[in-house]
């Protein structure tokens, strides 16, 4: 770690080294390159004859479609936890 506060670590995604900085833990970074590394491999695996680059696109898409799902849940949560909330007053 460096004056900064920030952590640096390279990591291998894909078959490819990256360095990474960020104020998250080495663990939380190392974590979530490993995830995007699965994520890469696992379309790669079905889809033998996509070059590299759209594998990283799909792979986003993946990944933002998994994000936009569980916020849409996480929303529907809240609204529910507060609906609960103000029939309890």
Partial sequence: MQGDGK????VDI???QYRLS?????NHIRTVAG????KMNE???GNHRLDTAK????????IADEYYRLRQEYEELLRLL???AKEKL
């Fill in 7 to 10: 952590n640096r670590l390279t």
């Fill in 43 to 45: 379309i790669a695996n």
């Fill in 82 to 84: 507060q609906e609960d």
């Fill in 14 to 16: 894909y078959g490819q």
């Fill in 35 to 38: 995830f995007v590394d699965d």
């Fill in 55 to 62: 594998i990283a696109v799909l792979t986003a898409v993946n």
């Fill in 22 to 26: 960020g104020k998250a833990s080495v």
